[in-house]
């Protein structure tokens, strides 16, 4: 049976935004929705996460995510335990500018 999608979330941007300890500053989370995301920009954020994951982008393998952009992201980790990081799943972000956390591993 094949997974299409119930709904539709697009034309999603943030912009300029001043993050002080927030636990999700980037997030996605569409697993295991079957909404499809698409159009959705995150151009210059910057500030301090609450937990090590400062970029989470997590989209279903049955409707991943499309048209993605991260511009000139810097967030630093208020923990002690290592650095910020980002997690992607199932889609293909466009990447540009600053990156902090380095940009995301794309994982299929």
């Known amino acids: 049976m094949a997974c299409f999608p119930t709904g539709s979330a697009s034309d ?3 912009e300029d935004i001043i993050m002080n300890n927030v636990g999700n500053p980037i997030i996605i989370d569409q697993i295991p929705s079957r909404i499809k995301i698409n159009n959705v920009s995150f ?3 910057r500030g301090t996460s609450k937990f090590r994951e400062a970029v989470k982008l997590v989209c279903s393998k049955g409707v991943p995510c499309e048209k993605v952009e991260l511009r000139d992201i810097d967030l630093k980790y208020n923990g002690h335990d290592g650095s910020p990081t980002y997690h992607c799943i199932n ?3 466009t990447i540009s500018g600053k990156q902090n956390p380095p940009a995301c591993t794309v994982k299929a």
């Open 12 to 14: 999603m941007h943030f």
């Open 43 to 45: 151009i210059n954020i």
């Open 91 to 93: 889609v293909k972000p």
